[in-house]
């Protein structure tokens, strides 16, 4: 009985079965990404992330809560006050982070994963830019 190769299976590589007629792939499957490349999109992604909150707070402290732009983010505040803005946004570190981690450990899962675990670290990086460029123009 053969070892299936995949997920937990402790196979770096897919090796070929030998079957009578079929070249074998001579290309192996990469597991997952480098995980210099997984902490450099998590270090962004809380810098992000930290600069919007950043900028959030002395915009506030500035302005008031008038001046920010996303009502959810306005009610929030009014609601419960600082600390629901900040375990709101612990929460989504930690959520963006998870995702970004798990995409990229998948095993042989090619280009599209990848691509998709690209595309949640620049969508989240580029939310947390956006958001903290808004409050710094605030007059």
Do not use: C, W
Request: proline share 6%; hydrophobic share 50%.
């Amino acid at each position: 009985m053969r070892r299936q190769v995949g997920a937990g299976s402790g196979q770096r590589y897919a090796t070929p079965s030998p079957v009578a007629g079929v070249a074998a792939p001579q290309t192996p499957t990469p597991l997952s990404t480098p995980p210099s490349v997984i902490r450099f999109r998590l270090a962004t992604l809380f810098a992000a992330q930290l600069f919007d909150f950043g900028t959030f707070t002395i915009m506030v402290g500035h302005h008031g809560i008038e001046a920010e732009a996303n009502p959810l983010i306005a009610q929030g505040f009014m609601s419960f006050g600082m600390p629901i803005l900040a375990a709101g946004k612990i929460a989504q570190v930690v959520l963006v982070g998870s995702i970004l981690v798990i995409l990229g450990r998948v095993i042989a899962t090619g280009t599209r994963t990848h691509r998709i675990a690209t595309s949640v670290a620049l969508l989240a990086v580029a939310g947390g830019l956006l958001g903290g460029v808004s409050n710094v123009l605030v007059h």
